[in-house]
């Protein structure tokens, strides 16, 4: 019965426990669910292309291999969240489909050019920090083939960030020309970070009916928060300044005040005018067309070996 299995995924729902792939569930859970995932699996591999950027200029054996790893960790999880969908009746061609033509968003921030090697060093800091505050949080989405994700992506995740604060440690204690570099990019990369959360909680049409279903766990102006209150003192240690002239401590609050990101900026980013939205996307799409004969190759020999079978 139609109102039994709503009552069902209702309960499920108020007593924390996960709906799975075979549950009932309502339909617009199921598009909720696709759409969060997908862009998310998207904001993954479009995210492999600021940082791929610079491997073949690491500007040593160790920082080539690490950045290496880190990249073909991003691969991964987005293959890992591609399957996630799958759970859910999406189809991962038409979903790839969607991103290269543009029908489906991915993060705003990997519509940003990586000028320096500091800007490695700061994406791991900073963007994949921002990244670990949103999905920590997510490891309790009431999804369970998503939370589940989450968990193992989120242990990957704190050792990217790990490796571009060591980094940046690094070219820190190196030359003035060095901690100039990590500041430019500091500079560059600051508000497009905390954009990643979101809008505003009063602009976020998705927030209240996600939250009531258990899909976030926190609004996108308290995850906000909670990132530069944990940044401001990893910037201190590091010896770098936020480009921001209102953050500052706020005993009452117990919190850090900040100023405003610059929104109309952030909606022509995730409108697809960003400064190299078009390049990405471009790249992705020329990536999937080269990569075809790979996949017809793989599909014919996985017929093959089945009809030897
Ligand atoms: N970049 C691009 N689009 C964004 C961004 C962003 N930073 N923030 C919000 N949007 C989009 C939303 O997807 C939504 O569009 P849609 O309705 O067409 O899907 C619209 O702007 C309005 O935003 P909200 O109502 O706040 O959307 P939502 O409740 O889904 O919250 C959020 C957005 C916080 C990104 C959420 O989807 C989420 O937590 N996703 C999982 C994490 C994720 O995708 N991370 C990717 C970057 S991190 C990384 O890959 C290293």
């Not at 999880?77 to 759970?87: N, P, Q, W």
């Not at 209102?246 to 405003?260: I, P, V």
Request: glycine share 8%; hydrophobic share 35%; charged share 25%.
């Amino acid at each position: 019965q139609p109102d039994e299995l709503q009552s069902h995924f209702d309960e499920t729902i108020a007593r924390e426990r996960r709906i799975e792939p075979r549950d009932w569930m309502p339909e617009a859970y199921r598009k909720t669910m696709i759409r969060q995932i997908a862009q998310h699996a998207h904001s993954e591999i479009i995210g492999m292309q600021p940082e791929g950027n610079w491997i073949t200029r690491a500007p040593s054996l160790r920082r080539k291999a690490v950045l290496l790893a880190k990249v073909q960790d991003e691969a991964g999880h987005g293959m890992y969240l591609y399957s996630a969908a799958e759970t859910l009746g999406a189809d991962r061609a038409d979903l790839t489909d969607r991103l290269v033509h543009g029908r489906q968003k991915y993060s705003s921030i990997f519509n940003y050019p990586t000028l320096s090697y500091a800007d490695v060093g700061v994406i791991g800091w900073l963007v994949d920090g921002a990244a670990i505050c949103n999905q920590v949080p997510l490891c309790r989405s009431s999804y369970g083939p998503y939370g589940r994700a989450m968990v193992r992506i989120c242990k990957e995740e704190s050792f990217h960030q790990r490796q571009g604060y060591e980094l940046l440690m690094t070219m820190m204690r190196g030359t003035d020309s060095q901690r100039d570099m990590v500041q430019q990019a500091v500079d560059r990369f600051w508000w497009p970070a905390l954009m990643m959360f979101g809008p505003p909680d009063d602009e976020s049409p998705n927030t209240e009916q996600s939250m009531a279903w258990g899909v976030k766990r926190h609004t996108n102006d308290e995850l906000r928060q909670r990132f530069v209150d944990m940044s401001v003192p990893q910037a201190e240690k590091l010896g770098v300044t936020f480009p921001d002239p209102d953050l500052r401590w706020n005993a009452e609050r117990g919190h850090y005040d900040f100023g405003t990101p610059d929104w109309d900026e952030f909606w022509a980013v995730v409108k697809g005018n960003g400064p190299c939205n078009a390049q990405r996307v471009a790249h992705r799409k020329s990536a999937h067309d080269e990569g075809a004969w790979v996949r017809e190759a793989a599909l014919a020999h996985a017929a093959k070996s089945a009809g030897r079978r």
